[in-house]
Nanobody, 121 residues
Framework: QVQLVESGGGLVQAGGSLRLSCTAS????????MGWYRQAPGKQRELVAT???????NYADSVKGRFTISRDDAKNIVYLQMNSLKPEDTAVYYC???????????????WGQGTQVTVSS
């Protein structure tokens, strides 16, 4: 009913940059907040950044000033531009939009499949 496809992960050296994308498709009527989360091995999943439908953003302290979240509502895409990457940013990154979709037209959170980001020192 609602599918998410993430891309843009990979291996990068410390100080480098990556841009993650997450595209939502399927039966979608509206998307409210969109967010990026990450989970490192042996750690709990944590919030990285969120963006509201009005464009307000929120960042984890650990990524402020280095990461930028943005969205393209015409294409149902949320981006995460990651600059000045550090080894501690290594994790699987997941997108999570709050979507009104599917046959029920119900609001639900949907999770992407995750994309691996590895930062070498």
């Amino acid at each position: 009913q609602v599918q998410l496809v993430e891309s843009g992960g990979g291996l990068v050296q410390a100080g480098g940059s990556l841009r993650l994308s997450c595209t939502a498709s399927g039966i979608i009527f509206s998307i409210n907040d969109m967010g990026w989360y990450r989970q490192a091995p042996g750690k709990q999943r944590e919030l990285v950044a969120t963006i509201s439908s009005g464009g307000s953003t929120n960042y984890a302290d650990s990524v402020k000033g280095r990461f930028t979240i943005s969205r393209d509502d015409a294409k149902n895409i949320v981006y995460l531009q990651m600059n000045s990457l550090k080894p501690e940013d290594t994790a699987v990154y997941y997108c999570k939009p709050h979507v009104r979709g599917g046959w029920t037209r119900r609001w639900d959170d949907y999770w992407g499949q995750g994309t691996q980001v590895t930062v070498s020192s």
